[in-house]
């Protein structure tokens, strides 16, 4: 198949600069690609992709767009290593990461993508890119899913007022790749402002409390007196104070019956104050930064200590995104179809009051760390991002062919 008809409406705008909103899996890479691929066919011309990352731009379009110039035999020489490949016609087309801010500069360009931008500061953009596009008169693509009202809802809104600019924004059912069925069972799996964000593509404000789904009438419960063999606990890793909430899982379903909180401590001093109160099969989930951090003066990593105690521990090599953790217990506290599946014990004093007041930083998507309501936050975030991950990815269906 081809592009679909609201794909097809950004390749023909004849905007200078397009920009493209979408939910996920709509297709906008596919765009991207088949505009790179048409530029390039262009003698002499300069193309660039640009993704927030490097590693990023090679993951998300290379092979494809190496797929698509070899199928119609317009390449003179591909480097794997660069990432660039020069045409028969002498254009060339590269892929670079904007986390290496002097691989973007020196270059006239005369089309440029910018895929996710809303992941990529501003400045590459205003500083860095906008200036490679002057003496050639050069095009630029936008594309990406919202990501709030940053700056990438500010060339959003240009669209509307310049001449030059065009906007599109379409949902994720737009783009024709992903069922309905699978839409539907999105909705159980996200909580509705992230559902909104990533298959809408609506701009939604991070101004305020960042677990705004926590309600107490349904997330907090008087009681609980179904426990289990095992207890499972989430863990943060500070010296002031040393945080761990303490669950029981049934039925898909998170309760915190409990809290740990030890000023000027260590990870052995939370071991010994764990078994104190817990006997049976512990499962922890702390933050994977104590793979390498020691908080003991035993020398060994806070992994090890934990590991030497007899508890399993369940980490990722690598922390989550922020905003993952973030939206993944926003999800458990109620989803887009309006289930709640996290709980807190209503002794839980401490952590009902960090879930209610930790809020973002003023005019940012950053969750503000100096109130001292981030600690058990965080250590809910390793265990429910762990065992309840966002489900974010699809596999569509690839085009059987390029126009």
Not at 325 to 333: D, G, H, Q
């Amino acid at each position: 198949m081809g592009l679909t008809s609201p794909q097809q409406q950004v390749v023909d705008s004849k905007a200078r600069f397009r920009v493209l909103i979408s939910g996920r899996r709509f297709g906008k890479t596919y765009v991207a690609i088949n505009e790179l691929a048409r530029y390039a066919r262009y003698p002499n011309k300069q193309c660039w992709y640009v993704a927030p990352s490097y590693r990023q731009a090679k993951q998300i379009v290379w092979n494809d767009l190496k797929e698509k110039i070899i199928k119609h035999r317009w390449h003179s020489k591909i480097n794997d290593s660069d990432l660039s490949i020069l045409l028969k016609n002498n254009s060339t087309i590269a892929l670079r990461g904007a986390d290496n801010e002097q691989s973007l500069r020196g270059v006239g360009l005369d089309f440029l993508v910018m895929d996710e931008f809303a992941d990529i500061k501003s400045y590459a953009w205003q500083e860095v890119l906008r200036p490679t596009l002057s003496d050639t008169q050069g095009h630029a693509l936008f594309c990406g899913s919202p990501k709030g009202y940053n700056w990438a809802y500010d060339l959003y809104v240009k669209g509307t007022q310049d001449k030059e600019w065009e906007n599109f924004k379409f949902t994720t059912v737009d783009g024709g790749q992903v069922t309905k069925h699978e839409i539907e069972q999105a909705k159980n799996d996200l909580d509705e402002r992230t559902f909104q964000q990533e298959y809408l593509a609506s701009f939604v404000s991070y101004a305020g409390i960042i677990y705004y789904n926590f309600d107490r009438k349904k997330n907090i419960i008087d009681k609980f007196d179904k426990t289990s063999d095992t207890v499972h606990i989430g863990m943060d890793f500070n010296i002031d104070p040393m945080c761990a909430v303490i669950a029981h899982i049934q039925e898909n379903k998170i309760f915190i019956i409990d809290e740990i909180q030890i000023w000027s401590s260590n990870t052995t001093e939370m071991v010994e104050e764990i078994k104190r109160r817990y006997q049976q099969k512990v499962i922890i989930y702390p933050d994977p930064s104590a793979r390498q951090r020691k908080t003991s003066a035993a020398g060994f990593t806070d992994i090890t200590i934990l590991k030497n105690a007899g508890f399993e521990v369940c980490c990722r090599r690598s922390s989550p995104l922020v905003r993952d953790r973030i939206n993944a217990v926003n999800t458990k506290l109620k989803n887009a179809n309006g289930m709640s599946t996290l709980f807190v014990l209503n002794t839980c004093k401490k952590i009902i009051k960090c879930i209610e007041r930790q809020a973002y930083k003023e005019n940012t998507n950053v969750p503000d760390k100096e109130s001292g309501y981030d600690h058990f936050n965080d250590a809910i975030g390793y265990l429910v991002e762990y065992l309840y991950p966002l489900k974010r990815e699809f596999k569509p269906s690839k085009p059987k062919r390029w126009t």
